[in-house]
């Protein structure tokens, strides 16, 4: 069945990118790459992703600067925006906005039996949680506290604690949304 995940790495006091949009703080700690919560694992069970256009922009400039635009993903992927951005030609992206459901139910359709991944920002996965449509939230927190920045998650959502591990420098925590 189809779950709906928003995965993340995220500082301690709950940001996932720093006032400047910088992830420094969390490239620098070490992973066990393959322990709880790893991202192969992870990945191999995604069959659609969504994020919004500051993650996405992220992800351009992070690529351009790495050897030249190559869009990371290998299914299906939903760009919330509402701006005319630049569609990067070797993924299969597709710029949207507004409401979350019919896009979820869009990104259902093409995950088939794998999992949506909501890669973020935090208030993109809060709208799916505001539609009822978020299952899960999987974190990785890195031993750093930032202070500001990108918030993880700006809402009140309800939630249950299904597992707890270390990985590496991070506890990774899986919860479920309580509905
Ligand atoms: N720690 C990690 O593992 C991790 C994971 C993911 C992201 N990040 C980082 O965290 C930061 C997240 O940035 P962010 O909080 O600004 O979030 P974001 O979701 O990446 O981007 C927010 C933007 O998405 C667009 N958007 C969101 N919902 C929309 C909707 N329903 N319809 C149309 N457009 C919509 C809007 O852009 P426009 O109106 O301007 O088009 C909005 O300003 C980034 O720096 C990213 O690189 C970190």
Do not use: C
Not at 74 to 90: A, G
């Amino acid at each position: 069945m189809t779950r709906t995940l928003y995965y993340t790495a995220t500082s301690l006091d709950g940001f996932i990118a720093g006032p400047d949009n910088s992830l420094e703080w969390l490239f620098t700690r070490k992973r066990d790459e393959g322990g709880p919560l790893n991202y192969e694992d992870f990945v191999a069970e995604v069959g659609a992703v969504a994020m919004g256009a500051t993650t996405y922009e992220w992800i351009l400039d992070y690529q351009s600067s790495h050897g030249g635009p190559k869009w990371p993903y290998d299914v299906p992927s939903w760009v919330f925006t509402h701006r005319d951005l630049p569609v990067m030609s070797d993924g299969e992206i597709e710029l949207v906005r507004g409401d979350v459901a019919p896009v979820h139910e869009r990104m259902a359709r093409a995950a088939g039996d794998r999992d949506i991944w909501i890669v973020g920002g935090g208030d993109l996965a809060g709208q799916f949680a505001d539609a009822g449509l978020l299952d899960e939230v999987l974190v990785t927190i890195a031993p750093v506290t930032l202070g500001a920045g990108a918030p993880l998650l700006p809402r009140h959502v309800e939630l249950s604690l299904e597992e707890v591990a270390r990985n590496g420098d991070f506890v990774a925590a899986r919860f479920g949304v309580v509905r």
